[in-house]
């Protein structure tokens, strides 16, 4: 039980850091998605380089793991994108709650990695969730926004298959800083070749901006990454919601972000589902 509380506070932490690293990115203005992604990444891997040397951790890993961790960061990377792509182009509560269909896709992802059982009324919640993330979604080529929402919405998915890796990574033993790192680390290099063909230099303010852009994410990342090798996503996945709360709050009040009625109403139906999850998982 002790674990699961520390999972419980971890999580709503790294909800916190991660709605603050949306706003941030969003305020560091017109540069390339990949721009953005990689200083994310660069902070972050400089951060776990830090604690890993003050530590005297070693940097060795098991070999049976690597395919785990270039999975895990290969995912991570493309639900960064995802969800920066969608973050410049959407209401930060539309593109933040689209972020996170992820914990219900960790729950799918978690009968590839760690052969944990979905049942049927399992299934029929996650299908629950699918049909408000359309609403926010709202596929049509009438919605001009149609683009920026599927990216959010695959960026979730992404997240969450990552996030289940790194719960089967923590279950065999390999820790939550080298994780990290290695993810860091594999991201910053993926987005090199992107950024070497459409660079664009940023102000120093922008600067300024991604710099807090990559700390508020390193506090996610390390706080996600201990949460989920505390808990199974089954058991606390649902406080990941509390982002909603603060992105929602942070979008209105820096950017005058205002969702409209299908945002809404998908906002409660997958909030909704998250809580039915959260109490069935705890009642069975």
Known sequence: MKKKYMGVVMIIVSAFCFALMNMFVRLSGDLPTPEKGFFR??????????????????????????????????????????????????????????????????ILFSL???????????????????????????????????????????????????????????????RGSFIVLFFSGFSCLAMVPFMIFNFKMFTPVQLAFLLLAGLAAAGGQFSITAAYTYAPAREISIYDYSQIIFASALGFMVFGDIPDVFSLVGYVIIVAMAVVMFWYNNRS
């Not at 951060?47 to 961790?69: D, G, T, Y």
């Not at 996030?163 to 990574?169: N, Q």
């Open 112 to 174: 590839i990695f760690l052969r944990e059982k979905l049942k049927f009324p399992q299934a029929l919640i996650v299908f629950g969730a699918f049909v408000g993330a359309m609403f926010v979604v709202k596929p049509s080529f009438a919605n001009a926004e149609l683009l920026p929402s599927v990216c959010g919405f695959l960026g979730g998915a992404a997240a969450g298959a990552a996030y289940s890796m790194v719960r089967a990574l923590g279950k065999r033993g390999e």
């Open 41 to 106: 990444n660069l902070v972050a891997f400089v951060f776990a380089l830090v604690i890993m040397l003050k530590n005297r951790e070693s940097f060795h890993f098991q070999k049976k793991n690597l395919p785990l961790l270039i999975g895990r960061s290969l995912a991570g990377t493309i639900g960064i994108l995802g969800n920066f792509y969608a973050v410049d182009r959407l209401a930060l509560g539309d593109a933040s709650i689209l972020n996170k269909m992820s914990p219900f896709f960790a």
